[in-house]
């Protein structure tokens, strides 16, 4: 049966009338837990009939997987004897629930005929009229629970299933809350009662994601973060959920990698997500101030600090002790400390990744998630000026008041202590990711050139400040005093602060992009 969908909406891509929406939130999970999820979730059913079936999706796409770059997946699912024809196409600012246009058709037989597909071939919908294959099949056994809450109908599934891409066969589980009738954020309500009984993480994987990364026959990679793209016309509670969701999607992506292996890159990535995130919400702290608003920033608190150990490890073993290394190769002392400290390091990556599976951090991101969509702020009566305010005004206003702020502290950098010149260095990032937030409000290629310098040179004073920093970590971290001598920090340091006041006065003659 064809699920049931929202109402029509107009896309923001100019030329697309769009079809039904599926929003929709995803969980994965570790097959290992699939029973006790599968309990807790029927438990949610209260009379409703829960329904078992078997679905085997085929995915096409263009030799060169042009709809998936366009942000398409067409499939052929088989359910008993039906075949349905799917479209999806995903739409700008989908926050942290996975928003799509989806289009569905009953065929005849296995093949797709985007004909019948009822769009116009208009922007990135000319790609249906291009040769298509089949690329790779994904197989599930899905449980059914229809699930009745204040205010939504939400229907449950969880999916155990397996992508066959080629010679690769890969597992997985995961729970699909989709939205029936009735007010999206009960979706976020309900996923946050069934991380408090389950082991489950939020995430942002499509079963074709999962398809396409099968068929690369890659482990998944680490990310940076994406671009954000907001319109002037937004209200500051609209950009900051955008904002926001982007640095969940960056977070929970590099999560991924570190389940599965211990990746020196996926762990700084995360805590760049991290420290997006809070910048985020400082930025609009005037709006976003609830009564859970603290507690959201101890849980992100506490996944940076659980992450801390292994990366300052990794700075240390890198930039301190194998340049060392390699200077005298034979220095017994050297040899020790290396070792010493990748044995901490093994054990601070042990901790990380028992965290990941803790049912605390499962918890905490869907808390996270939820609090954006869903939380007190976004109906607070005394902030709704705040909310309703455009954007772009408001960015202007922050941007300048930072900026300000950040060239009046950074004059004295050498006078300062290496925990002043880290608040410095923080300042700047903060000031940094607004200007990476805000930049696409700003368009024209006269505030196009200025953004670029200015980010540029924030991100070269950062980095600076960091190998600063770099130092003052590794002489806490070393128990030898004579390899922190012999790395000639008091030298390196003259020299980073010498490049600090050289990107301190270009910072002075800049003009603003805003």
Known sequence: MAKRRTARTDDAKAGEKTGPREIELKLSADPSDVDEIDRCIRALADGERVREQMLRSAYFDTHDLELRAAGLSFRIRADGDRRIQTLKATRNGVGAALDRNEWEVDVKGDSPDPALVPVKRKGRFKLLDKPISRLFVVQVERTVVPV???????????????????????????????????????????????????PLCLSFMTKAERGYEALAALPPQ??????????????????????????????????????????????????????????????????????????????????????????????????????????????????????????????????????????RYGAAILAVAAWVEAGPWRDAEETAPIRSRSVRSFAKSELERRWRRVRKRARHVEELDPEERHEVRIAMKKLRYAGEFFESLFPGDKARKRRNTVLKTLSGLQDILGDLNDIAVGSRISESDALVDMQTQEERTEELLAAARQEIDRLEEMKPFW
């Open 148 to 198: 009745s809450v204040p205010n939504a109908q939400i229907e449950v599934c969880v999916d155990r299933g397996e992508v066959r891409a080629g010679h690769v066969t890969t597992p997985f589980v995961e729970v699909e809350l989709e939205l029936i009738a009735g007010d999206p954020q009960a979706l976020f309500g309900l996923a946050e009662k069934l991380a408090g009984a389950a």
């Open 222 to 359: 680490r990310v940076k973060a994406e671009d954000i793209v907001l319109d002037e016309e937004m209200s500051n509670a609209e950009a900051f959920r955008e904002i926001a969701a982007s640095c969940l999607r960056h977070l929970v992506a590099n999560e991924r990698v570190l389940r599965q292996r211990r990746d020196p890159e996926a762990v700084h990535q995360m805590r760049v997500a991290l420290r997006r995130l809070r910048a985020a919400i400082s930025l609009f702290k005037n709006m976003v101030s609830d009564e859970r608003v603290e507690a959201v920033k101890d849980e992100l608190r506490w996944i940076t600090g659980v992450l801390g150990e292994a990366r300052d490890l990794d700075i240390y073993i890198g930039k301190v002790l194998e340049p060392a290394r390699e200077e005298a190769p034979d220095d017994e002392g050297i040899r020790r400390a290396i070792a010493d400290a990748e044995a901490k390091r093994e054990k601070a990556y042990d901790a990380v990744q028992a965290a990941l599976r803790a049912r």
